[in-house]
């Protein structure tokens, strides 16, 4: 069987004549020399007001043939829609890739960069859908993230992160932690959050003030959840809401004033609050039942640092193990 060629533009034109002089679909396949289903198909997929004009014909079947040689913006429909499902989730491109690697391991039908994600979120074909909406900072523009300063305070009993055992720098022991307060519109209410340095796993709680008081409560609380294998040590900022430190039950280190990034895993973790819960909104209105629905996306969203695994996975076979 030979090669099927397609119809040309000449063809069609020769059609259309023949077709308005009364000819039959199988005098007009014979003197194209072609079979007449293939006339027979031209005329169904390209005619034109239950007739058949050659430049309508032409048109159509050009356009056709444009949009099947186009590449699916995001790869093929399936992808398409995973993509789409887990940016509603919140998760960001770089996730969502790395997911997919993990989840469908050498089948590059389910592999995508972030890249391709982030381009076709900002392309201009899709500014009206807003889908940049979707991503974890809500940027129109994509912008190099920076993190806040630490406060400068006087804090009894204090022990600087450089008296840290080696073993917390490392990150290769279970169980040590980061802590620190995200404030509330006009400095009423709060949160206290909590990261396992090892497994980015976060624990968080509301408080009602700052207070050195309640902060110790509240991270008492959190603490007296976790089995003893699981609460070696904490390191905190120089907020005065830590001025109890003593009393948290485990312990605990304090970074540089002004040295965040001694901390970075905690400030990573604030900021990924923020995107829930943006500087100015009034965390009095927030319930605990709140925070919790956000901690439970955060810690059961893949990490890259993880090999895209979730806090919660990792963290789980910890306590297991």
Known sequence: MGKYKQITDQERDKIAVWLASGESIRQIGKKLERSHSSVLREIKRNGWQDGY?????????GKRASESRQRHPLKNKQVFSYVLAKLRCGWSPE????????????DQKW????????QYVYSLENKEKKLWEFLPRKQKKRRKKYGRKARRSRIPDRVSIHERPQEIETRLVFGHWEGDSVEGKAHKGGIHTQVERKTRFVLAALLP???ASETTKVAQKVFAMLPDKAKKSTT????KEFAKHKQFGLPTYFADPYSSWQRGTNENTNGLIRRYLPKKTDLTKVTQQDLDDIIWEINNR???CLDFATSSEIFRKEIEG
């Not at 996730?95 to 050498?106: E, N, S, V």
């Open 53 to 61: 004009v050659a430049i309508h014909a032409q048109s159509e079947a």
């Open 95 to 106: 996730q969502i890739a790395g997911r997919l690697c993990k989840d469908h391991p050498g």
């Open 111 to 118: 592999q995508i960069s972030h890249e391709c994600i982030y």
């Open 209 to 211: 003030d700052l207070t």
């Open 236 to 239: 905190l900022d120089n907020g």
């Open 302 to 304: 893949p990490r890259k």
